[in-house]
């Protein structure tokens, strides 16, 4: 009790931190306030200064263009100046000319305009002379256009004539092909009578055979080796054949052109002789003793023809005796001419 008593008997102390900090505080929110203030405007001047420089630089680039624009506008006037003084001075030379002329012709008006009349006169006379030569050639042109016209109609007609004329040459070529057709159809039925007379004629005998449409006989029948003299008993065979050649000969129709071709073949061994160099002249020389033989027995010398072929188209291939005595040989074929 005597301890609260002292307290409460003590004198007050002055307390001023609070009220320094109130002080402080609100100092401090003024400042902060004047700060956000001064921020704010610092903003909008410098966005209001950035559009002036916008707008600024869009002033300039105008200017800049409007520059140009005005520097093209004053070249351009001043090449219009230049063109208005090159037609000034044009016009100023015309004029002069006019002038010249105009006293030229007031000084000899008369006389050039007469000359001028003579030389339309003249002009005319020429354009008088050229219709008449365009007039001369317009109908030279006209009757040549008749006789083309008429060239045209013939030849036409001779196209149509000519048409006919083919057709015509294509109907006897078929007439002719069907007529040929036909005599070599009498004539293969004549050679296979000739055949047929022949075989019976001559028997059935090993060194004849009938190869394709020709008679084939062995050189031996006829011929000694390496002569081209006919054999007693070649001549024999050959009376028979010719008998045969008389005999179909009277049957075959006088429009029908046929010879008898006598084909003399060798073999491949060469032969060098005085008298037969080669094997082809022993083969033709037998195909014409043969010939000869046949016409002195009465077989019409128009319708013979001999040919030696030497030992270039052999029968058989090898090279053996019985080959060699194949191919030694004299054909007989009827055909046509």
């Known amino acids: 009790m005597a301890v609260s008593r002292r307290i409460r ?5 002055a307390d001023y931190w609070p009220g320094f900090v109130d002080v402080m505080a609100t100092l401090l929110l003024v400042l902060i306030f004047l700060l956000s203030i001064f921020m704010l405007t610092q903003f909008f001047l410098a966005k209001s200064i950035t559009g002036k420089d916008s707008a600024l630089d869009r002033l300039r680039a105008q200017i800049s263009e409007l520059t140009d624009l005005l520097a093209l506008e004053r070249a351009e006037k001043a090449e219009l100046q230049t ?13 002069s000319e006019k002038a010249a002329l105009q006293s030229a012709l007031s000084e000899g008006g008369s006389e050039r305009v007469a000359a001028l009349e003579n030389a339309l006169e003249k002009e005319k006379e020429i354009s008088s002379d050229a219709l008449a030569q365009v ?21 036409e007609a001779a196209e149509a004539k000519d048409r006919e004329a083919q057709a015509q040459i294509a109907d006897l070529g078929r007439r002719l092909n ?17 055949f047929g007379k022949l075989r019976e004629a001559l028997g059935s005998r090993k060194d004849i055979e009938i190869v394709g449409d020709r008679f084939v006989f062995q050189s031996e029948i006829f011929f000694s080796s390496g002569s081209a ?3 007693r008993a070649g001549q024999s ?8 050649v008389k005999e179909i000969s009277r049957d075959i129709p006088a429009d029908i052109n046929w010879i008898l071709r006598v084909d003399g073949h060798s073999d491949a061994a060469p032969i060098a002789t005085k008298e037969f160099p080669s094997n082809w002249h022993l083969s033709a020389a037998r195909a014409i003793s043969v010939v000869q033989y046949l016409a002195g027995q009465g077989v019409p010398r128009k319708r013979l023809v001999a040919a030696g072929f030497g030992e270039h188209q052999p029968l058989a291939k090898g090279t053996s005796p019985q080959d060699y005595r194949r191919n030694r040989r004299i054909e007989f074929k009827l055909t046509e001419r």
């Open 229 to 231: 003299a006919l054999s």
């Open 237 to 244: 065979e050959l009376d028979k054949i010719a008998a045969a």
């Open 135 to 155: 007039e001369l050639v317009n109908q030279q042109l006209a009757a040549l256009r008749r006789q083309l016209a008429s060239l045209q109609a013939a030849l």
């Open 178 to 194: 069907a007529a040929l057709a036909q005599k070599v159809q009498e004539l293969a039925r004549y050679r296979s009578e000739f």
């Open 9 to 13: 008997g003590r004198a007050p102390s």
């Open 83 to 95: 063109t208005i003084a090159a037609l000034n001075d044009a016009l100023a030379s015309a004029e």
